[in-house]
Structure formats: structure tokens, C-alpha cells
């Protein structure tokens, strides 16, 4: 998933389906957005989609689109969440700017401006290996579970964040970067990657990580195409 977050601007729509809510993680290229037509497409699909989760990356700073597609999925219907995909960024000296603390002020600094929590929105904090250059997690466990304290702390503090995120990673993600000594987030929301094709969590006891006793959302497919949407799949 990563390589396309890093090329593209994600949109998520979760969906009613039997007793299953069924979603859509879509990718659009980067600096063009979907158009009306296409979140009609989605909200009239067979999926009956629910909720459009759009990606930020911070260090691109914020994508115009975001806040267009916001509103075209709001006319329809579809509310929204966002993911938001920090930069570790440990070449202090070259990029001086992107603390983690700088870079999660200015996201949300945005997100309040553009979204309304009330409709539903809500952000995924992402955490996955292989970010782009200078943007990697650190080697070192421990280190990385300070700076996701950082993170997480920038985050509480704004008001739109104190009850209103979780993350998305997967097994194999959270534990090379964070082992067993990050479990204290496990309070709240996660969002885990899992492509075994399965719109359920019943993979769940084998993929369990940091310490979460139950996952509230799941990616379980990707390469799929809806709407003429490169996408992957969600289920909550
Ligand atoms: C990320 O990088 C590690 C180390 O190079 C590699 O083992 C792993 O397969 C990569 N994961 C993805 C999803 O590309
Ligand atoms: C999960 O989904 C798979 C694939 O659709 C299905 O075979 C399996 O029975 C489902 N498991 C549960 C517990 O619903």
C-alpha cells in the first residue's frame, strides 16, 4: 500500500453490506481528485458506500483535492475520514522543518479548518515501513516508540484529535518497527492491513499485534477497481 499512498491521494469508502460494513480504499493520482460523477458512481455502486477516507501526507503539505472531494462526497451522502502518514524524518540537519511535532500541527491545523467530526470524520494515523526517502522509522524499537509518543501526543492535544483517531498498520509493520514495547496505544481504534481477501476479522487471532484486543476496521484486498477508482478493500 505504501508505494501508492507515497504517488497518490487516497480515498477510503466504507460500506453497508449484509451486517458487514463494506469500504473502498481508493488511490487517485496525486494532484487530481475524483470528480461529482464519480461519488455518485460510489454512493449508487451495489456497495452502498458510506464513508470516504482521504489520505494526507504531510510532508507534500496539504492537497487541495482533499477538501474538494470532502465536499463532493458530503453531496452525495458520504462522509469522511483522513489518514494521515507522518514523516519520520531523522535528517534533522537537511530537513529542519519537519519535526514531528511541525508536521502534526500543520495537518490538523488543516483538518479543523476543512472537516467536521461531527459528520463523521476521523483520522487514521498511519504506520508502515518503507516511507519515502528520508521519511524512514529508525531502525531501533525504542526509538521509534518515543517518536510515535510524539506523535501521538501532538495529536491529543488539538481538540479534533482527543477522541477522534486511531491507527492503520498491519502485523508485520508494528513489529519490526515497534516489537512488544509500544502496547499502550491499544486503547485505541485500529485500523490493520490484511489481504487475505476475507471481508471479516476472522484472521484476526493470528494477526493480532500491539497489543489490541479487537481491530474496529480492516484492509482485506487491494487492486481493485470501482467507480474507475484504483482501490483497495475495507471492512468495519
Ligand atoms: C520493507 O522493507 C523491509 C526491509 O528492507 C523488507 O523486508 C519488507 O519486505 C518491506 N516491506 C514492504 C511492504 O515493502
Ligand atoms: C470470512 O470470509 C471468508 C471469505 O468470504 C469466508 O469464507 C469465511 O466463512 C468468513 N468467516 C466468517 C467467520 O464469517
Not at 8 to 18: C, E, G, N, Q, Y
Not at 108 to 135: M, P, S
Not at 197 to 218: L, R
Request: with cysteine; aromatic share 16%; hydrophobic share 30%.
Amino acid at each position: 500500500m505504501n508505494k501508492l499512498l507515497i504517488a497518490s491521494l487516497t480515498v477510503l469508502l466504507i460500506a453497508s453490506f449484509a451486517n458487514a460494513q463494506k469500504g473502498i480504499l481508493g488511490f487517485t493520482p496525486l494532484y487530481q481528485g475524483y470528480t461529482q460523477e464519480q461519488y455518485t458512481c460510489m454512493r449508487n455502486s451495489e456497495n452502498n458506500f458510506k464513508y470516504q477516507n482521504l489520505v494526507e501526507k504531510q510532508i507534500w503539505g496539504y492537497d487541495r483535492y482533499h477538501k474538494e472531494g470532502y465536499k463532493y462526497a458530503l453531496n452525495v451522502g458520504l462522509s469522511t475520514n483522513s489518514i494521515y502518514i507522518p514523516c519520520i524524518n531523522l535528517d534533522k540537519e537537511q530537513f529542519p522543518y519537519f519535526t514531528q511535532e511541525n508536521q502534526a500541527l500543520t495537518f490538523l491545523k488543516y483538518f479543523r479548518q476543512n472537516y467536521d467530526v461531527l459528520k463523521g470524520d476521523f483520522v487514521w494515523i498511519v504506520i508502515e515501513q518503507n516511507q519515502t526517502k528520508n521519511c524512514q522509522w529508525h531502525t531501533d524499537t525504542t526509538i521509534n516508540c518515543g517518536i510515535l509518543d510524539e506523535i501521538a501526543t501532538q495529536v491529543r492535544r488539538t481538540t479534533v484529535g482527543a477522541n477522534n483517531f486511531g491507527f492503520l498498520s498491519s502485523k508485520n509493520d508494528w513489529n519490526a518497527l515497534f516489537g512488544n514495547k509500544c502496547n499502550r496505544y491499544n486503547t485505541f481504534p485500529l485500523h490493520y492491513k490484511n489481504y487475505d481477501n476475507k471481508p471479516n476479522f476472522s484472521d484476526w487471532n493470528e494477526q493480532k499485534f500491539g497489543g489490541w484486543a479487537k481491530p474496529t476496521m480492516k484492509t482485506y484486498a487491494k487492486g481493485k477497481f470501482e467507480c474507475y477508482v484504483d482501490s483497495d478493500l475495507t471492512v468495519y
